[in-house]
Nanobody, 116 residues
């Protein structure tokens, strides 16, 4: 059974930093494409960043230069380092493995709140 568990969210002032973690069990990050998404109240879930099995990364324009996605293939944990946070970054953040043996997996989400 595949399980993704996010952690590291919290309340931070604008300009601050947080590091989110996504602990994966039942699937191997070294073999998988995975991503981070976020959803603010009343909005659609949106793409934040992704990383391929080989380590190539991509980011939404709104977070480029501020967020960094990475992974530890030994620990099987993915990370999202978020710097210079803005109030508009407030959302529930989810990690995702879109295709492991034909199925799409999401974590339960972690709340990030940025105060102005």
């Amino acid at each position: 059974q595949v399980r993704l568990v996010e952690s590291g969210g919290g309340l931070v002032q604008a300009g601050g930093s947080l590091r989110l973690s996504c602990a994966v069990s039942g699937a191997l990050l070294r073999l998988n494409f995975m991503g981070w998404y976020r959803q603010a109240p009343g909005t659609r879930r949106e793409f934040v960043a992704n990383i391929t099995s080989g380590g190539t990364t991509d980011y939404a324009d709104s977070v480029k230069g501020r967020f960094t996605i990475s992974k530890d293939n030994v620990k099987n944990v993915a990370y999202l380092q978020m710097n210079n946070l803005k109030p508009e970054d407030t959302a529930v953040y989810y990690c995702n493995i879109p295709n492991w043996r034909g199925a799409n997996y999401w974590g339960q989400g972690t709340q990030v709140t940025v105060s102005s």
